[in-house]
């Protein structure tokens, strides 16, 4: 079975950045398909752009713009590329990565699909840190690592605790139909639960207003619209359902300090 070093992927790299026990690699996959392989180092993949089809021995991955995984060191996989354009953002936990301010984070087991808006948010200002580098540079990407583990954290521990039906559900119903723009009634009608009752509980399990999740949400759709060049940053905004260029524009620098035109021309 292949195997590969520290900052290897199958393909043409554009950039590779390494800092205190992590690795950041920007990579342009080329091959239509790669055969079990594993690698060195933990490590998150984070589709910028394309997509590809990627199993594991338990799973099996479709991945479009916007996805985001996470591998444990040494778990076995193999990679299947339809015929576009597909662009990765990897970053890679060595062997010195708990020997500083990392110390006593759990490294989870196995492959992740991580389906979380606020951790791929994260991952968007991460990018956006390995193309705007100056010497605040390391200290940001490891605090924005610090938050992507408290969030995993977060997310595991909800796992395992008794929650509302209507936690899950609302979940599903901001993300997968949350481009309309829905009232506050609306959405307590369709949970079955009072207005009030969903206002007051919702910053307890999401940490947020209900509001500012729902914003998130939106921006993150719109960030994986970005790679389509057929779409105009108008067209993108009517898409994920703001009201307006400025309500998009004023979104969007809150969550990635920079405007969606600054943030494109980035990611081309």
């Avoid at 079975?1 to 950041?24: A, H, P, V």
């Avoid at 968007?124 to 580098?133: D, G, N, R, S």
């Avoid at 909800?158 to 209507?166: I, L, S």
């Avoid at 207003?209 to 057929?230: C, H, P």
Wanted: proline share 4%; net charge neutral.
């Amino acid at each position: 079975m292949n195997y590969r070093k520290t900052g290897q992927f199958y393909g043409d790299t554009n950039q590779k950045l390494s800092m205190e026990g992590i690795t950041l690699t920007d990579t342009v996959y080329t091959l239509p398909k790669v055969d079990w392989h594993y690698h060195e180092n933990a490590y998150f993949t984070f589709i910028l752009q394309g997509g590809l089809t990627e199993g594991n021995k338990k799973e099996v991955y479709t991945c479009t713009s916007g996805s985001l995984l996470f591998h444990h060191w040494q778990d076995p996989h193999y990679n299947c590329k339809p015929d576009v354009f597909t662009r990765g953002f990897h970053i890679e936990l060595n062997k010195h990565f708990s020997d500083n301010i990392f110390s006593g984070l759990t490294i989870p087991e196995g492959s992740l699909h991580i389906d979380n808006p606020e951790i791929k948010l994260l991952f968007y200002q991460l990018f956006k840190e390995t193309k705007i580098i100056d010497s605040n540079t390391p200290l940001v990407i490891q605090t924005l690592l610090l938050q992507v583990f408290a969030e995993m954290q977060q997310n595991r521990k909800a796992a395992t605790e008794q929650r509302p039906v209507w936690v899950n559900r609302i979940k599903e119903l901001l993300y997968y139909n949350g481009l309309e723009n829905q009232s506050l009634q609306e959405l307590a009608n369709a949970l079955q639960i009072h207005p009030v009752h969903l206002s007051r509980q919702f910053p307890k399990y999401f940490g947020c207003t209900l509001g500012n999740y729902m914003r998130k949400i939106k921006v993150e759709k719109a960030l994986q619209l970005f790679s389509d060049k057929t779409l105009s940053l108008t067209d993108i905004a009517m898409d994920c359902g703001f009201a307006d260029q400025s309500h998009f524009l004023r979104c969007f620098k809150e969550f990635n300090g920079m405007t969606p035109s600054q943030y494109r021309t980035l990611l081309s």
